[in-house]
Structures are given as C-alpha cells and as structure tokens.
C-alpha cells in the first residue's frame, strides 16, 4: 500500500424527519492509496451516493472525520473547504451538470475559473483536458449537439481540468449504452493507469466495478470489502 490519499474513520449519517430518524451509515472506516482506484457497490438506496458525497465534501458526516492525505478535511472553514472541493477533487455524476447554453470548451473551464484562473489559462487547461479525453474537435459544440458518451466525456474532463489527484464518480457509465459505456470504463482506466489519478467509483457495472483493484460493498449501513471473483451480483451477508 502506498500514501493513503483519502481515508474515512467512523463516518455516520443519520437522516431525521420529524421523530424519525434513518441511519444510513454506520460508522464507515475506508483508506484508499494514492494511486489506487476502487469501486463500491450496492442496492438502489444503500446510501452509496451519500457515502461518495461525504467523502467528496459535498456533505457533512453527522460523526467521524475524512482525511485528504494528512487533511481533516471537515476541519476547515467554509470558504478553504470550498476551496479544497474546488482543486483538490473532480467529480463525475450520472446525469453530466453540464450547463446548455454554454459550449464544450465553456463547459470544462468553469472549475478553472472558479479557483480564480484567467480566461486564457482556463481556456488552455480546459483545451487540454478535452484533447485527452478525444473531443479536441468538439470545442464549440452545445451540449445538445453531443451524444451521450460525448457528454460524459465532456464531464470528465471537467473533473480533470485542473488536475485533481483523486475522481469521484457516480454511477459513470449508468445511462450509456454497452459500447459507450465500454469507451467511458477504458477512459476512466487510462486516466488511473497513465495518469496516476485515484479513482473512487460507485457502480452498478460489473465490467466497471471488477476492474478496480478493491471492490467494497454497502449494506445495512456497513462498508466491507468483496472478493473480486464472485458472480454478480455478490452476496454482502
């Protein structure tokens, strides 16, 4: 194992209404390696995209802490965690975010010039993410001018404009069809593999998830690692 580069300890989420109150996590415990790429699986409503969203910071634990290499990153103050989120993490979603009336280039710069960049300089980072991910000829295209798997790879190069070390995906290939989805898995590989991104993905794609080098399963609240070689969909009992 090498430099842990995200790790969760004791992570708990309750959700209340009224009197009521739902546990969705459990006192998670995760550490994931600089360059290492994991998938974690589960039922529709186990609270994956929850657990992505804690550890991305976009949510707040109701207990525990997630660390960003030797960051207690829920330690920081609004404005430098917004700052971290910013620079620090790409996200990928299942339904793009990607705003329509602005183009493809438009699009990927928007990280840039939100971490304070000049125009140029976003324009340069955002033309070069685009070119890894194959759309260098699709800078002024609409969103609705793109297919599906052209829109995904459009958001990932947004996740990756400003050269984040760690990727949170959710649910990446989930409205792709089986080719795009392929394209989109071996997109996702090559940027692990070649460019030393750590990958976090949450999936339902067994070709996905058993490409990772960990595979994780949630269920009633509990995180717990999988062996890779079981028929899916694995049993977590």
């Known amino acids: 194992m090498g430099k842990v580069a995200l790790a969760a300890k004791g992570l708990v ?16 415990d995760l550490c994931i390696s600089a360059g290492e790429k994991i998938a974690i699986v589960g039922a529709s409503g186990a609270g994956k995209t929850t657990l992505l969203h804690i550890l991305g910071t976009l949510d707040r634990p109701t207990s525990g802490k997630v660390f960003y290499f030797d960051i207690d990153v829920f330690s920081l103050i609004e404005p430098a965690l917004a700052r971290f989120r910013n620079q620090k993490l790409g996200f990928i979603f299942q339904f793009h975010h990607l705003l329509p009336e602005f183009n493809t280039l438009e699009n990927v710069m928007l990280p840039a010039l939100i971490a304070g960049w000049t ?32 829109r995904q790879r459009v958001a990932i190069a947004r996740a990756i404009a400003l050269k984040p070390p760690i990727i949170l995906a959710d649910e990446p290939t989930g409205n792709l069809d089986m080719r795009t989805a392929q394209d989109i898995t071996r997109l996702l590989l090559d940027l692990n593999k070649n460019h030393g991104i750590t990958l976090v993905v949450v999936t339902h794609n067994p070709e996905l998830a058993t490409q990772m080098d960990r595979i994780f399963g949630l269920v009633n609240g509990s995180l717990k690692e999988l062996p890779k070689d079981r028929p899916w969909p694995w049993s977590t009992q």
């Open 13 to 28: 989420k309750v959700f209340k209404s009224g009197h009521t109150q739902l546990t969705v996590l459990k006192g998670i």
């Open 119 to 150: 125009t140029s300089r976003a324009q340069e980072a955002a033309a070069q993410a685009l070119k890894l991910v194959g759309l260098q000829h699709r800078l002024t295209h609409k969103m609705g001018e793109l297919s599906g798997g052209e």
